[in-house]
């Protein structure tokens, strides 16, 4: 017996994402609650030990690693996820990185945010930091805005590109809830339509990255091999997975909610509608035979948005076992040490992963998604 | 043969503390010397890698800590426990915690001084930010000493609290040795022996952890379940453990060292008369029954000053077994990773632990008591 | 099966360096190119989880540990190895550590170079403070250039050891190439020179330490026990390790390389002589006996130098077999969890070294021989 079960682990450290063999000889209930919080903690354990970043501690890759972090620590309240929410925001001063205009360099209050709410200790959160980057990012002028960045043509909202959904709306939100400030709200709304106007693909109910991969009907548009449109997994799922974020803590009464809620129903149908069979999504949604593997970062995003639905009402229940089917396989591909691989390397568009490629942000993902799962049971 | 040494470690995964069929089915003698140190190494190691604290790396918490990594290396001479020391150090600039008046925020410097004294690299070490808070906290009048602080009426002198006696004193008394400067150690007897003549239960032989806890024999004084009064392990770990630290440096000819001896044997008697008979002191030591279970930060200070006693010719010889017991139970607390678990919560009174539980100053009773265990062989 | 491979594993947790049973009982290929890159990445993994330096993160030990990091990126593109390099340079914002004139100071910029040339996000890495240091080094007065140094006579030169050859040098080289500003070579050529003039021994092909170590024929020059001059391993590792650096990113056509590539295979030819049978080199190179046990920093370097000449064309292909078997009784001085032993600790001369001794410039020459053992297969 003791024979077998290590036989497992052996297997297990050789063993990748989807590799239903291994994934079946274990004799473990992957939706055990003691074994799933124990894939979360190792997670955590394995990405502290491994920090990363695209430039520096306090950017939009940290941002989405402890905003998973947090989540998990609201789930659980297991103290490791808080001592290190903690240590990264002392370490980071509590500052938000550094460009005022740039959505990016505010993902990361969230997590202050959360430790200050939740850790009430007189004079040791500080959030004078990102009220003041809050305050200039939605009500200082800058190039973006004024549409005369030419930098880049398409440059001419303050939300461009579909990632800053993630990355800016849930903290203005969260911000607006804990300063009692509904001001904050109505800016992040007012600026939240300007991507949806821009990028929203009503027929198909996903996301354009940015404005690059809109058709215009010329025959320059984008298209993958298949002639679809190019809908990047990741991209969406930043998208739905900051509107579970946006919905959890936005006011039942405030007067838009109806559209964040439509806008969740109508991406969380098609994400359902075009879930592979083997539960993961690939990068290309539209074209998942062009890097046809089960990606991490998008899956874990939209896993955590439907257990999220399932969780709060807005998703009929008869969608579990999709979503557990999803973590199912996202559980396999985490390595034997905590690792989570299969996650898609910093990028702007559909490409392959692989057995080793991680990121925190992916990480961050495989955190949300448990974070709700653990509540479906 | 490695079956059964697997499944044992499979077991220990899953044990807890005082689960003496897993410790005992372990064939392992933990009083081996290698043992001993595998485990404190063990617990270094997954501390660091679980970097934890209340406000501020610099706080009391570590400074708990470091001192217990600063004993495990004056008993081991284990260059990771150095390693680790001069890492923290040089990444806190050397700065004790930012209250002058506070004496939590300078049991950093222990650590400090223990690798100015051991690290003798030229213009490595910086004592300077040490002297200006010591001289601060020793010589200037603040708001606690004149008695005019009302935040809480009691906090009347420097140490209202005996964890004082832990954090502040050892470094004072290090810090005149080591600068030859006696009048340090003079004007720290001042302020110890306004919070003995406060908090001191002659009776008890024991500690109230502040004046909340000391009996006017008003209706309002504050009784455990069973009517006897409130005495928490740790705040008598903190004393006892900080008497063992101050005795261990302080010069054999001081004025007044007879004080501090007598103090010692007086709680060191009573602290083994009322010790469990599975060798681990509950969170409070007159009502055991209150948590009915072994707390290690408490039980590791009393170890360690237990048997640093039985080291140093303070204490019985006879007594080994009883502080052998408790090393025992403590090294089953300790999960196979090496996490020092069944630790209680920052706190200020009696509560219960967990298996889970763990803070950096109760790995940091751990090595301490294991650096007098050693010695005990 | 199963069972031999954990009581394999088991015996390694207690195997130490050159201990051939266990390593033989250990049914694995070392030269498996999976399982050299396991190697490695579980010793960076270890060092990063185990942080330590002489005085500073930036001091010459990260110095020669982040450029072992550098090349093993170079060679095997795990991102792993780019991760730790861009966190150790954000958090050390870019700094050479402090001392303009001393060498030891700027080893720690081949690796912030490294990242720079590689990692191309516009912004991000910032070499300024390796040019200003740079140019004090090179072209400002110092006492020691000046010899009016006297705190040691000897130190009339700018690199008066030879472990200077290592730390200056390959920055230099590598900061002239990428800037395309060859007079920095010509400035490194220059003070080379000094030192190799000093410090060199054409009879013995072999660096002395510093002048401590050069004969005069007076009765105080300094002898072996067996009455041979003391040249260190380490030292000499320093130096051919630093030689295959420069010539790696040496210009073919660079008017003194022929020097440089005499020097190279003059010294190769001697350390190929003077290895031990099981492959590694003593601490003290022609007084094995001394200290009679392999040492892993200078057999790192010496292996990593003549799998480079031979992966480059300057050594012989029959030299394989004397190089392979170097890294094999390498990987052996490894402990399960990924600590490279048997490392002496810092020092200036020969000294011994032991099973658990470690430092991370001795992970950083494990990783610098096996980026080049990999290339041999």
Chains 1, 2, 3 share one sequence.
Not at 39 to 47: D, G, H, P, R, T
Request: glycine letters at 6%.
């Amino acid at each position: 017996m003791k024979n077998s079960f290590i036989a497992v682990l052996v297997l297990l450290i050789l063993s990748g994402c989807n590799d239903s063999k291994d994934d079946s000889s274990l004799k473990i209930n992957v939706f055990n609650d003691a074994q799933i919080k124990n894939s979360m903690i190792k997670a955590l354990e394995w990405q502290e030990a491994h920090p990363i970043f695209a430039i520096h501690p306090t950017d939009w890759t940290n941002g989405a690693y402890y905003t998973g972090v947090a989540r998990a620590h609201k789930t659980t309240k297991n103290m490791m996820y808080m001592a290190a929410l903690k240590n990264q925001a002392v370490h980071n001063d509590w500052k938000p990185f550094k460009r005022l205009h740039h959505a990016d360099d505010i993902a990361i209050s969230y997590s202050y945010l959360y430790v200050a709410i939740n850790e009430k200790r007189r004079g040791f959160a500080d959030l004078e930091p990102t009220k003041n980057f809050l305050d200039a990012h939605l009500y200082e002028d800058n190039s973006w805005k004024a549409g005369t960045n030419r930098s880049k043509e398409d440059k001419t909202i303050l939300w461009w590109w579909c990632d800053a959904l993630f990355m800016a709306p849930p903290v203005i939100n969260l911000y607006a809830k804990h300063t009692e400030q509904p001001k904050y709200l109505d800016a992040m709304h007012e600026y939240y339509m300007e991507t949806y106007n821009r990028l929203y693909d009503k027929d198909e109910r996903l996301f354009a990255r940015d404005m690059r991969f809109v058709w215009n009907g010329s025959k320059v548009d984008r298209k993958e091999p298949n002639d679809k449109k190019v809908f990047w997994s990741r991209g969406n799922g930043w998208v739905i997975g900051g509107l579970a974020l946006l919905l959890d803590d936005m006011p039942e009464d405030y007067e838009h909610r109806e559209f964040y809620v439509n806008l969740y129903k109508e991406m969380a149908g098609r994400i359902l509608e075009i879930q592979p069979s083997d539960g993961l999504w690939r990068t290309s949604l539209l074209s998942p035979e062009s890097y046809d593997h089960g990606e991490v970062s998008g899956s874990g995003f939209h896993t955590f948005a439907l257990a999220w639905g399932i969780n709060n009402g807005l998703l009929d229940k008869k969608h579990i076992p999709a979503v557990k089917k999803a973590w199912k396989a996202m559980a396999a591909c985490q390595h034997d040490d905590g690792r989570v691989g299969w996650v898609q390397n910093i990028g702007a568009f559909p490409e392959p992963a692989s057995k080793d490629s991680y990121q925190n942000f992916g990480t961050g993902a495989f955190l949300l998604a448990g974070s709700e799962i653990l509540k479906l049971q």
